[in-house]
């Protein structure tokens, strides 16, 4: 069965810093994969998805994320974070054989400090 | 603006009661999805419908039961099998060979 685990619950960030958030999945087969970002109060929305090609894949609002296959990794990266960057932010995973099945992790808190 | 609508944001019921979540989506996207959000667990997957007139029952469908007789629209049916049913719910929408999703801003729902 497929599944996501993101490594960190909540993460406190002072502005400026860099942040990268931990995703693994555990699924054998070829992946599409995505992170949704989730502001106080708004809708989930996507933040960047990656379905072939260039492993490193560029989001709206400076993020990043990059597919590492051999480590079964989908990290997100931002290099200098702001404070309306203070969201939850989620990791999701869809399989070839998922159909139209995509499982999400827990989900990590993050919280940047003016 | 194309986007989904979920109502009610806020519901009620009481224990014992079935109610109805609404979903609508002007996307023209074939596939919908609902999922539960509970805090500390991401979100679940309860049933998804990739075509009018056909839906697959998710991870955890027992107790809901769903509908998909318009493209447009996807409600989800909180029964009283449900044995935990206060939650949070998303609906979601994509297209075909898309799985990104456009959600809902969900409703919140409180059985007392």
């Known amino acids: 069965a497929q599944s996501v685990s993101q490594h960190n619950h909540h993460v406190i960030l002072s502005e400026a810093a860099s942040l990268e958030l931990g995703c693994n999945y555990s699924y054998g087969g070829t992946v599409n994969l995505f992170w949704y970002v989730q502001y106080p109060g708004q809708h989930l929305q996507l933040l960047l998805k990656?379905?072939?090609?260039?492993?490193l894949v560029k989001g709206i609002k400076g993020f990043e994320a990059e597919f590492i296959k051999s480590k079964f990794s989908f990290n997100l990266r931002k290099p200098s974070v702001q404070w309306s960057d203070t969201a939850e932010y989620f990791c999701?995973?869809?399989?070839?054989?998922?159909?139209?099945?995509?499982?999400f992790g827990a989900g990590t808190r993050l919280f940047v400090k003016a | 603006d194309g986007g989904i609508t979920q109502s009610p944001k806020y519901l009620f019921r009481k224990e014992g009661q079935n109610v109805t979540l609404s979903c609508e989506q002007n996307l023209n996207h074939d596939a919908m999805y609902w999922y539960r959000q509970d805090p500390g667990q991401g979100l679940r997957l309860i049933y998804y419908?990739?075509?009018?007139?056909?839906?697959q029952k998710g991870d955890i469908a027992e107790g809901y039961s769903v509908s998909r007789e318009k493209k447009e629209s996807f409600p989800l049916t909180v029964t009283s099998a449900q044995k935990n049913p206060t939650a949070f719910y998303l609906c979601?929408?994509?297209?075909?060979?898309?799985?990104?999703?456009?959600f809902g801003s969900g409703t919140r729902l409180t059985v007392v």
């Open positions: 979601a929408s994509s297209t075909t060979g898309d799985y990104g999703y456009t």
């Open positions: 999701a995973v869809n399989g070839n054989t998922g159909g139209f099945k995509t499982i």
């Open positions: 419908s990739q075509i009018v007139n056909d839906f």
């Open positions: 990656y379905f072939s090609g260039d492993p």
